[in-house]
């Protein structure tokens, strides 16, 4: 299993999303996805460096810390299972092309762990 990136999720209030986003611009993060409640910013010369804008997440029980992009999300699944870490959100499909589950780390962070389809 490799990381492909890992991405910090800042939780912000929706009325200040388009300011955040603007701001971020100012230290060089693009738009590169926006579904209204999540946005993910990157780094034109370098697309793993991002970051992530939420209001809340839609999809889920709780709003994940971080993200991490791996290259075989069924196996990670399979392994921390197996190691007894709390499952936050089972394994899914997602619509917008990522399959991912959330694992609580043993500091009681939320991690979403992904890979895109």
Do not use: C
Request: proline letters at 5%.
């Amino acid at each position: 299993m490799s990381v492909r990136r890992v991405v910090p999720d800042m939780q912000t209030e929706s009325e200040s999303m388009e300011d955040s986003r603007d701001f971020y611009g100012l230290l060089g993060l693009e738009e590169v996805m926006n579904l209204g409640w999540v946005v993910t910013l990157a780094s034109p010369s370098n697309p793993t460096a991002q970051l992530i804008l939420m209001t809340e997440e839609q999809t889920a029980p709780v709003t994940p810390d971080v993200s991490i992009e791996v290259d075989d999300v069924d196996a990670v699944y399979a392994a921390v299972r197996e190691r007894g870490a709390e499952i936050v959100r089972e394994l899914r499909d997602e619509e917008w092309g990522v399959r991912r589950f959330f694992v609580k780390d043993p500091g009681g962070r939320v991690v979403n762990v992904l890979s895109h389809r």
